[in-house]
């Protein structure tokens, strides 16, 4: 079993206090970005970023939050009644085929690496002196 703490101690290097403060500006963060009617990505992200996350679980963490806040729009707007079936369809294929696109055009240009990113943004942030 993940053991919170330990992560907490590991990667904010605080223990358990920063562990919790870190849920708890992210848990503002997802609040004020949720009212603002951003998803919470544009403002969680950041902050991950600024906390030492790893800028692939950062991007999962704005993805998912992205998938949830767009599922209980849905789910509000099937309940109401206000979905129009057609464009629904018509927009979810064009989704689809755009992404499989964006994903074949991607993997072309993005070199085979062993690591997941050469320069990530804590490093230009941390050579640049913001940390």
């Not at 992560?7 to 223990?15: F, P, Q, R, S, T």
């Not at 206090?17 to 870190?22: Q, R």
């Not at 963490?61 to 629904?88: C, D, E, I, K, W």
């Amino acid at each position: 079993m993940l053991n919170l703490v330990r992560v907490g101690e590991e990667v904010l290097g605080g223990g358990g206090g920063a562990l919790a403060a870190a849920m708890a500006m992210t848990c503002i963060a997802g609040i004020v970005g949720g009212l603002l009617g951003l998803g919470g990505g544009m403002v969680v992200t950041p902050l991950l970023l600024h906390l030492r996350v790893h800028p692939q679980v950062t991007s999962a963490t704005s993805s998912l939050m992205v998938l949830l806040s767009s599922s209980g729009a849905l789910f509000s707007y099937t309940v109401l009644q206000r979905v129009n079936p057609h464009y629904a369809l018509a927009y979810g294929a064009a989704s689809m085929l755009a992404s499989a696109l964006g994903m074949v055009v991607l993997g072309g240009l993005l070199p085979t690496t062993p690591c997941s990113s050469p320069n990530p943004p804590q490093v230009q942030l941390h050579r640049a002196g913001a940390y």
